[in-house]
């Protein structure tokens, strides 16, 4: 704590400072062993999931970022991410409306081999920190609704319309039982948490892939394990049924924003 | 009479909260171990690899966990019968309640602070975790689970193992 100024606060403090003076008067002879100490506190080898934190640094880079300059930096992008931030490859995900902090983070990751991609990572690594903060400021002013007087591709077409209702009950209530918060809480448009993309617009093969790495293993950038708990609790069918709802563009919040 | 009454509210209070255990009274007087809720993944004793049942070289149990919205990490905890069990408990955005639904005990997770907790359970079984303290949207079904095998059953830890019942 660093509120040093209050005055209620001294007397306590002086005691753990004397408490962690008399810890560490009694840890240093201990610490002078060298070789007995690692095997004492034997500790598993640290996995890092990702090198992004939402510090107060970070948000501030994140919020910086210049939409005009992303607009020409999202020139090079367009080819497979589409020229109004919709793909035309249903696996490519969908850029129109994600929000800045995810596109960030998803962006540092590709980078620093955290997120692996074949393609991304070496688009990545020419971006610089500020070039993905542009970008993301960009893409997330793009907006996810179609243009009704034009004929595209999005929203898709449902491949079986019955996977609804299991995707409904999932996407609103969750599943408490298995650990399944409602979709909604985080992804919206109930509320929204830090890195947490926006899905009513997302390409359905693109979340399905998604689902699947995360619960397999084969995608670990998640903060604190967060996605990936809940994706292994995801049978197969209700995979299939989300990204299918998802990627028709019916989820909740779809052509509102 | 005031007295009396004021003795009554006061066991009340201590009754519902004698299993409950809240932020140490020492943090309200500056001693807060100062843990940053944004980096608990990069460094400490909360990265990703480090959760889950650890055991000590004189045989204690400690379960690390971190609640966040709307899931535990881990989601699925192991823990042996009449062993008491040390609880190493962390928040990284929102305050959440661990309540081991059947057992009494009851554990708040703090952004900032490392809450710790000492339960011995005393029978075998599968208890839920509900989350006691609203978090967020998706309070409600924030859930895990504990499960409390014999003590013959769970055996011991190799240093560096951590232990959890999610199905992987």
Request: hydrophobic share 40%.
């Amino acid at each position: 704590m660093s509120h040093a100024s209050q005055e209620g606060r001294a007397p306590s403090g002086a005691l753990w400072l004397a408490a962690w003076v008399t810890v560490f008067a009694l840890a240093l002879p201990l610490a002078g062993d060298g070789a007995a100490a690692p095997a004492a506190n034997a500790e598993p080898p640290i996995r890092i999931p990702s090198d992004v934190a939402w510090t107060k640094d970070t948000l501030a880079v994140i919020s910086s970022g210049d939409a005009f300059h992303g607009l020409l930096l999202a020139r090079r992008c367009s080819h497979c991410h589409g020229e109004d931030g919709f793909s035309a490859v249903g696996t490519f995900p969908n850029l129109a409306g994600l929000d800045r902090l995810s596109f960030w983070k998803q962006m540092q990751d590709f980078r620093s081999g955290k997120r692996t991609s074949a393609l991304m990572q070496t688009i990545a690594e020419g971006l610089s920190q500020r070039d993905a903060a542009d970008l993301a400021a960009y893409y997330a002013l793009l907006p996810t609704a179609s243009d009704p007087l034009e004929k595209r591709a999005f929203p898709q077409p449902m491949q079986d319309p019955s996977g609804a209702t299991g995707a409904i009950r999932l996407i609103v209530f969750g599943d408490g039982q298995r650990g399944i918060p409602p979709c909604q809480s985080c992804h919206g448009p109930v509320s929204y948490i830090q890195g947490a993309p926006p899905l009513a617009a997302q390409n359905g093969s693109y979340l399905a892939e998604q689902l699947d790495h995360f619960s397999n293993g084969s995608r670990t950038n998640d903060i604190n394990v967060r996605m990936r708990s809940i994706a292994m609790q995801l049978t197969a069918e209700e995979k299939t049924a989300l990204s299918e709802y998802y990627g028709a563009g019916l989820g909740p919040g779809a052509n509102s924003r | 009479m005031f007295a009396a009454a004021m003795a009554l509210v006061g066991i009340a209070l201590f009754g519902t909260r004698f299993y409950m255990v809240d932020v140490p009274i020492w943090h309200f007087f500056g001693g807060g171990q100062g843990l940053d809720p944004a980096t608990l993944h990069l460094r400490g004793e909360f990265v990703e690899s480090n959760l889950g049942a650890a055991e000590d070289p004189g045989g204690a149990l400690t379960v690390r966990m971190i609640a966040q919205q709307f899931v535990f990490v881990p989601q699925c905890i192991v823990v042996p019968a009449d062993v008491p069990v040390k609880f190493r408990v962390t928040s990284a955005d929102a305050v959440h309640m661990l309540s081991f639904l059947g057992t009494g005990y009851g554990l708040k997770a703090v952004p900032g602070e490392v809450n710790e907790a000492t339960f011995t359970f005393n029978k075998a079984g599968e208890f839920n975790i509900p989350c006691h303290e609203f978090c967020g949207a998706g309070h409600y079904a924030m859930r895990g689970h504990l499960h409390v095998v014999p003590r013959d059953q769970f055996g011991s830890l190799l240093p560096g193992e951590r232990r959890t019942c999610e199905p992987r």
